[in-house]
């Protein structure tokens, strides 16, 4: 279940963000968190940490002590490509919350200041993009976009690496150069030989990042993602905080809520992870892998209206015969770097992002025709990122991992996904595989968290989801609007890109605004609705359209990751469908 960083056809960042009080003298923390237990339930799922277990205590004394401390800002490394108006720093959190006074590690943060009048200040905005093993410590760079001025002006924006991301201690299980795989195949209906050789790979995979970790395995979780959160909240000085998290980034933040109910201000969840605790995470991955079926289908049918462009068909399975054709051929004779697997991981990315829809139709258009080139830029691996590649591919396994049980009889995979893959046969396997060291995998599980909150615990909380989403399918977002009281769902009717606050449906923006810049929800709470957005254009004969540069440590695999956003308007009235289409 991965999340990208989102960006737009001119490489601008979509972003949404994190809003926080006026800042707490140092050592104020709060401690009336609510009622923490890190226990488990008669159900059997974790709930929240009490007052009195070591981790709640640990988070505790760490975020007095990053209180008192705060965070020395300088130049960023330059390493992280930022521009001098981004000020970078770190935080020193425990890397096990159960020993505050043990081992500790960096973690890495950027900054850029609100650049309207102190007076307006609200405080820190942070964001994180998903993952897990994503990184925003690109989200200062909002202060030069023109449509985020608003924000911008209000926050000061704040970006970060997590545990074992980038710089933040950072986690790897294999040879980068080994994860730079040549081409590969994918079978959508594999072999036994097959499925034993992935199992193979599984196993030593897991053996990898347990030989290379060491006992600090376990401690890449999502519960000590959600004590991070809170120490940066304190290092920055803020009593209380608003946080903006995209797909995976909705779990964790779920999770502090949970945790830290007291501690909140405002947070949007944008693409939300269903977080039931029996879903978390082998019936996610399973749900996801059924939801990108339809969003390939989704890709086909708009391909296929647009024929006279690319000459695919006029169907949505003269389109699927064109895709396997090539699978065929590229088994066969692989083009610069790319075999079945990769098409498939790029093809994926149509399952995200409608915007990358024309450039993808258009490199298998020519492809077929015998251009091999337009689908070997889309799809071919790239030795420069294979580092930062299998940084994320290791942070995404081990908070998997170690979140939940999995199943650890490789019959229950095989039994679940050969059903499912009879209905879903385009992202299933890939998304098994991508996943299975968790059956093998050598740390200690957790119960995950029981995510919820009661009545008048949080403050109003917003969540934003498309109802097409396939990485995040919307029933998660049901899920957690029910589990969080008082929280407003926005809708994207008809839609089926992954993460919508701030892209280019002006009435989702509207309601994201209001929410972050005044801390109004839509009279009435509940759900409302938002007009759809228009479909991508086809890009003309010979044009590949609007690309998406989605990259995470995760890219091209699966929930991995022009903000063209008006001013904050007055309250807008109940009723969301009353907001029309985005402009061209």
């Known amino acids: 279940m991965k999340a990208v960083a989102l960006y737009g056809t001119a490489g601008v960042l979509v972003l949404s963000g994190l809003t926080a009080l006026a800042a ?23 709930t929240a940490p009490a007052a009195g277990t070591a981790e709640a205590a640990g988070t505790l004394a760490a975020a007095t002590r990053a209180a008192a401390a705060g965070i020395a800002f300088g130049a ?35 900054r850029a200041h609100a650049t309207g009048k102190p007076a307006d200040r609200q405080g820190a905005l942070i964001y994180n993009p998903g993952g897990p093993g994503a990184s925003s410590m690109f989200f200062p ?59 193979a790979e599984a196993k030593a995979y897991a053996e990898g990042c347990a030989d290379r970790a060491g006992p600090a395995l376990r401690q890449y979780n999502s519960l000590n993602n959600a004590r991070d959160l809170d120490v940066l909240r304190a290092a920055l000085g803020e009593r209380k905080l608003t946080f903006m998290g995209a797909s995976y980034g909705t779990y964790f933040g779920a999770v502090y809520a949970t945790l830290f109910p007291s501690h909140v201000r405002r947070m949007v969840f944008d693409s939300a992870v269903d977080p039931d605790p029996a879903k978390i995470w082998y019936r996610d991955n399973l749900d996801q892998s059924l939801a990108f079926e339809r969003r390939w289908t989704d890709f086909r049918t708009w391909v296929a209206l647009h024929d006279k462009a690319y000459h695919l068909g006029t169907d ?14 590229l088994a066969e004779h692989p083009a610069g770097g790319v075999g079945p697997a990769q098409l498939q991981s790029a093809f994926l990315q149509a399952g995200y992002y409608d915007d990358v829809w024309p450039a993808t139709a258009r490199a298998l258009a020519r492809y077929l025709r015998g251009d091999p080139k337009p689908l070997i830029k889309l799809a071919a691996p790239d030795p420069a990122t294979a580092k930062a590649d299998e940084n994320g591919t290791a942070v995404y396994t ?3 991992c170690n979140d939940a049980q999995w199943p650890a009889d490789w019959r229950v995979w095989d039994a679940d996904n050969t059903a499912l893959a009879r209905r879903a046969p385009f992202e299933t396997w890939d998304n098994v595989w991508m996943n299975l060291p968790c059956a093998y995998w050598p740390a200690p599980r957790q119960q995950p968290l029981d995510v919820r909150s009661s009545d008048g615990a949080l403050p109003p909380t917003l969540i934003l989801a498309a109802e097409r989403d396939a990485a995040t399918p919307y ?26 606050g701030g892209g280019p449906n002006t009435c989702v923006n509207r309601y994201l605004d209001d929410y ?37 440590g995760r890219e091209p695999r699966s929930v991995r990751r022009s903000a063209s956003r008006p001013s904050p308007p007055a309250r807008r009235p109940r009723g969301g469908p009353g907001c029309g289409r985005r402009r061209r």
């Open 316 to 329: 949505a399975s003269d389109v699927l015969a064109g895709y396997e054709t090539a699978r065929a051929r």
């Open 76 to 110: 960023c490394p330059k390493s992280e490509g930022l521009p001098a108006s981004v000020r970078c720093g770190s935080i020193r959190v425990p890397l096990d919350y159960a020993r505050p006074d043990g081992e500790q590690i960096s973690l890495t943060v950027s």
């Open 141 to 199: 760079m909002a202060t030069a976009v023109p449509a985020w001025k608003p924000l911008a002006a209000a926050y000061d924006l704040v970006g970060y690496a997590p545990r074992g991301v980038g710089r933040s201690a950072p986690l790897s299980c294999e040879d980068p150069a080994r994860y730079a795989k040549p081409p590969t195949t994918a079978p959508i209906h594999p072999s036994e030989a097959f499925k034993q050789k992935k199992i």
């Open 398 to 400: 081990a908070v998997e």
């Open 475 to 500: 029933p998660g977002a049901l899920e957690l609007q029910r589990r969080l009281r008082g929280s407003v769902l926005i809708t994207e009717r008809g839609a089926g890109t992954h993460g919508i």
């Open 516 to 552: 972050l810049l005044t801390g109004r929800t839509p009279v009435g709470g509940g759900g409302v609705g938002a007009a759809p957005r228009r479909g991508p254009r086809w890009g003309g004969p010979g044009g590949g359209g609007p690309g998406r540069a989605a990259r995470d």
């Open 24 to 46: 707490a003298p140092p050592g104020s923390a709060d401690t009336s968190a609510g009622p923490h237990m890190e226990g488990v339930n008669a159900a059997g799922t974790a």
